[in-house]
T-cell receptor
């Protein structure tokens, strides 16, 4: 079983659609959680951190369920510019894998006009 | 401007010819990593370094070496490259291993080993 698993893609959606990405992780000792965005084989960039209480940044909402070891990202009113690959990322604590970031394989999103 | 710089961006070479991919960061970060990215496998950590002269293996270290003689530089060395090391490579840094601040990535190096 992979340490971080994401929905297989690609997701093809029309502009304005709401799209949800799901992610599960296997290590219950994981401490921090993130969503990164990667455009067309460029470098990944942090989209947002994910907090236990859930957090929102404009059209983006991230949720964490520690009991289920499940992370989600919701994009509302999707734009053409949201087309990218979304990476679910989990970080161990300092005594757990030395704080390593573990990346999911990514889910590709394509937003069409 | 805060950045991670890696060179070269693209390299086509032949099996067995030693090569080095350089990585430099200007943010005084302690923690640096090398990743490779392959279709369907995502980003996998090759080596990481928690500080000067402190390096350790990641998930896929075979065939690679690194060094961390200075805080800003973290070169990746392929002593005898093979075709299965054809991949997209990223260097990354963050403040330290505990930090939840964003991990900064270089632009990537696309290596083709013939």
């Amino acid at each position: 079983r992979k340490e971080v698993e994401q929905d297989p893609g690609p997701f093809n959606v029309p502009e304005g659609a709401t799209v949800a990405f799901n992610c599960t992780y296997s290590n219950s000792a994981s401490q921090s959680f993130f969503w990164y965005r990667q455009d067309c084989r460029k470098e990944p960039k942090l989209l947002m951190s994910v907090y236990s209480s859930g957090n929102e940044d404009g059209r983006f909402t991230a949720q964490l369920n520690r009991a289920s070891q499940y992370i989600s990202l919701l994009i509302r009113d999707s734009k053409l510019s949201d087309s990218a690959t979304y990476l679910c990322v989990v970080k161990g604590g300092p005594d757990n894998q030395g704080g390593k970031l573990i990346f999911g394989q990514g889910t590709e999103l394509s937003v069409k006009p | 401007e805060a950045q991670v710089t890696q060179n070269p961006r693209y390299l086509i070479t032949v099996t067995g010819k030693k090569l080095t991919v350089t990585c430099s960061q200007n943010m005084n970060h302690e923690y640096m990593s090398w990743y490779r990215q392959d279709p369907g496998l995502g980003l996998r950590q090759i080596y990481y370094s928690m500080n000067v002269e402190v390096t350790d293996k990641g998930d896929v270290p075979e065939g690679y070496k690194v060094s961390r003689k200075e805080k800003r530089n973290f070169p990746l060395i392929l002593e005898s490259p093979s075709p299965n090391q054809t991949s997209l490579y990223f260097c990354a840094s963050r403040y330290n291993r505990n930090s939840n601040q964003p991990q900064h990535f270089g632009d990537g190096t696309r290596l083709s080993i013939l």
